[in-house]
């Protein structure tokens, strides 16, 4: 019903049952639910008159599984379909949930991401943060140092590294730390100490070479030390299985 530019909600008996006080009714979906407008904030009614959110949202967005949008005086937060603001209203930016059912939000510049729930699953205290593995796997960065997460939220990693790598084929990922070098395994674990200065790349069959101080060795995927780390240069492997190294008393193989 409408009275003086004025809507209310009137049921077939012809009693009111929504009063008279709303600038503007919306469309009723097929859960029984209409968007409401009065004195330019947002709020949501069922078609039997009760209030399912009050008139306090500067926006409310499409529902879309049972959630939806919505700001107030420029925050953002998360609405279900009963009413219940299932996060606070307390973020700049809200992004739409990712197929792994988390959204990335931020706060004063700072990252962090919520579940469907509105848990906090990575808290709001991220200063940069990469995209997530098919694993569940990212990398955040709080302050200048660097971790892994997972999904879940668990940390994978303290977050210590001023330097860290995408995980290659094998599951390993280079991680810095002050200058030196080593690599983590998928559930966090060092293979090695950080204590190389230098190191290569991986081997098809899982072998690198490391450097400290001004001496180099060989190891294997799982740390294991090859070789001693005494040689003053070293090469690659060939495909005889050897590789020539060099000492202060000349070149050898291994």
């Known amino acids: 019903v409408r009275i003086s530019n004025k809507w209310g909600l009137m049921n077939k008996e012809g009693k009111e049952v929504l009063k008279v006080i709303y ?3 919306g469309e009723f979906n097929d859960l029984g639910i209409a968007m409401v407008m009065g004195e330019g904030l947002y709020g949501m009614v069922a078609s039997d008159g009760r209030i399912i959110a009050p008139l306090k949202y500067n926006t409310i967005g499409k529902f879309e599984a049972g ?3 919505v700001t107030v005086e420029g925050k953002y937060g998360i609405i279900d379909i009963t009413g219940r603001e299932v996060t606070a ?3 700049d930016t809200f992004e739409p949930y990712a197929i792994n059912g988390l959204a990335k939000v931020t706060i004063d510049g700072l990252i962090g991401w919520v579940s469907r729930s509105g848990m906090e699953i990575v808290p709001v205290v991220n200063s940069e943060v990469g995209e997530w593995t ?3 796997m990212n990398w955040v960065k709080e302050g200048e140092l660097y971790g892994w997460i997972t999904t879940e939220g668990k940390r994978i990693t303290k977050v210590e590294y001023t330097q860290l790598w995408p995980f290659d084929a094998r599951g390993i990922g280079k991680v810095a730390k002050e200058g030196l070098y080593s690599w983590i395994t998928k559930d966090g674990k060092l293979i ?3 204590a ?4 290569g790349e991986w081997t098809e069959d899982g072998l ?3 450097k400290q101080g001004e001496l180099y060795g060989w190891i294997d995927v799982t740390g294991k030390a090859l070789t001693k780390v005494i040689y003053t ?4 492997f060939e495909p005889n299985n050897l590789a020539k190294v060099q000492q202060e008393a000349g070149f050898n193989w291994i």
Do not use: K
């Open 67 to 69: 959630l939806a949008l």
């Open 208 to 210: 690198n070479w490391i």
């Open 23 to 25: 600038d503007e009714i």
């Open 192 to 194: 090695s100490p950080v």
């Open 233 to 236: 240069a070293i090469w690659p």
């Open 134 to 136: 098919e694993d569940g």
């Open 89 to 91: 209203i307390v973020y």
């Open 196 to 199: 190389y200065n230098e190191v």
